[in-house]
């Protein structure tokens, strides 16, 4: 039988990843954290002090970078680059960046492609992205899209940072966020949009567990 895949896809700040990785948790499915991989390719940019406007350089910078997942011993997913843990690197707004300017390189996101595809494992996956229920899993069963005002999102980013002790401001943040959710809305290849038979949720005002609730009815019914 088929591996059921369920897609996740939505701006920065929509609640995808926390959304996600508790419902993978109560399905006892994979989780798969795509924007890291993307991050990861930002982080090992940085470290390689790359040029983010060479596109041939951000290229051999995936193909040459190793990320690896694991648990720590408190369930907490770890990011390994190149054997190095770089898990709080990784989600700061600096990698978000470089990130965002990586994944607009069509070779790089054809790179990454297999290396996806290959967290679809039994019994199932939970998939969260941009491009998962559009370009990466077309086929799957179950396809959310996640929104949420910006002004939430933006909220959401500060508290998240804030409890992490990053000190950051909240309309620079939202300015952030306005200006990656269009450059990922635009870019010409696999641009942010719902799959035609996604089903969207908005999240604004909600909390996680009634969002978490909506999510796995989809897959229960
Ligand atoms: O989801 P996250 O904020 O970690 O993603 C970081 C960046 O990686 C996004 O802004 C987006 O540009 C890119 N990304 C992508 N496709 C995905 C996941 C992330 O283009 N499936």
Redesign the pocket.
């Given at each position: 039988p088929e591996i059921p895949v369920l897609t996740i896809?939505g701006p920065?700040g929509s609640g995808?990843?926390t959304i996600s990785r508790l419902v993978a948790q109560r399905l006892g499915w994979h989780y798969l954290?795509?924007?890291?991989?993307?991050?990861a390719v930002g982080v090992a940019a940085g470290w390689g002090d790359l040029d983010l406007a060479d596109p041939a350089a951000l290229v051999r910078c995936t193909f040459d970078t190793e990320i690896g997942f694991r648990e720590d011993d408190s369930g907490e997913l770890r990011v390994l680059v190149n054997g190095t843990d770089a898990t709080d690197e990784?989600r700061t707004e600096t990698a978000?960046a470089a990130?965002?300017a990586?994944?607009?390189i069509p070779e790089v996101?054809e790179a990454l492609k297999d290396r996806?595809r290959a967290f679809r494992q039994p019994p199932g996956l939970v998939a969260?992205?941009?491009?998962?229920g559009t370009v990466?899993f077309p086929g799957a069963a179950y396809k959310v899209f996640l929104t949420a005002s910006a002004d939430e999102r933006a909220q959401r980013r500060y508290k998240q940072l804030n409890d992490k002790g990053v000190s950051v401001t909240l309309p620079g943040l939202l300015r952030e966020i306005l200006a990656?959710d269009a450059?990922?809305a635009q870019r010409a290849v696999?641009p942010?949009r719902p799959a035609e038979d996604a089903v969207r949720i908005d999240t604004t005002g909600l909390g996680i567990e009634a969002v978490v609730e909506r999510v796995l009815a989809l897959v229960h019914e």
């Open positions: 896809d920065s995808k990843g954290d795509s924007g890291a991989l993307y991050r990784l978000g990130a965002s990586i994944a607009a996101r996806q969260d992205g941009r491009d998962m990466i990656r450059r990922d696999a942010l």
